[in-house]
């Protein structure tokens, strides 16, 4: 939490940020989890920010 | 300040004198009359180089780190945001309190070597600066200069927490007033920079971070930083440098990441003691994300700035039922 309003300090989007406790027998809520996050990081588009200049 | 710097030399060589310690770890006059060097003084006439005075800014107790596997007994000179990182260290047992003598010295506020250079006029040569108390008299070779002292100091000392020493076994002088001045919030700068919206902050931390040399002056000079080995400095080849969280490459994202960890890693031990600003070479406001990291700690936890006593305990290294969650 501290982590992620450090992210956004330095002007990173915060959403780009998640972390689940899952346990091992939950199998499909890592799936779900998985699924949710990848939906939330295509709609913010591609991290230019982060990418190294090559 | 005479008898300060009196009380602090005798101090000392009764302490090097009696071998209760090997060394004294203090200040000493610098190349210029606008600079002291940290001193390291073994035998009782080394004492009387020790010096003290308002351009004592280094935070010393970083020293201590070189000498912790060793088995002397060391003293070192701490001025009271100094302290607080004594504080921490011994929380953290980096150093043991048996091997440590603290000479606290009372401080009035720290002056700032630039902008005291930047009132010399060209070609004039500083010669002494003499410290009546209130005002500051610089003595050039074209004659006097005379400002209010409280004009030149270091942002730190206006929001001075503890002008004197948190711990001290030895104070060399009598209680100083507190530099510190009405209408500097801690948080003003953080909350302003919080206000921006998101693609300012990006580009203004862009256009700060894209100077970083990556020289890790910051991480050498802060108190915080006692690993033995750097989570930047680990030996990783070449080859998977571009692959791992602490990267090398110089570029503008991976110093935005150098300087993230380096956030989080100081959550709960940075003293706010403003050697990492005050050391870096390309003028990055340091103390503008690590204060950023103190307000959180503060808000989302309660936590005090760390060393202030030896009790507190650090928000990350303590679990409480009602701590703040987000992710679960």
Known sequence: ?54 | MKTVVDNLRREAARLLAGDEVKMVIGYAAGTDAARTTPCFATTPEQAALLTWGPLCANNLVKYLLDYRFEDTRLAVVVKGCDSRAVNRLLQDLQFPRQRLVVLGVPCGGQLDRASILSEIPPGARLQDIEDTGEDLVLVTDKGRLSFPKDRFLMDKCYRCETNMPVVADFLAGEPVPSPAREGFEHTAEVDGMEALDIADKSSFWDNEFSRCLRCTACRNACPACSCKECVFEQAVPGWQQSGIIGSKVNSLPENAVFHLIRMFHVTGRCVDCGECERVCPVGIPLRLLYRKVLKDARILYGAGTPGMSTETVSPLSEFRPDDPEEFM
């Not at chain 1, 989890?33 to 190294?52: F, S």
Request: hydrophobic residues 40%; without cysteine.
């Open chain 1, 1 to 54: 939490m501290l982590f992620k309003q450090m992210m956004e300090y330095v002007g990173l989007e915060p959403d780009r940020l998640q972390i689940r406790w899952i346990s091992g027998s939950e199998g499909a809520k890592v799936a779900e989890v998985t699924r949710e996050m990848t939906e939330r990081i295509r709609a913010l588009g591609p991290n230019t920010k982060m990418r190294d200049v090559k």
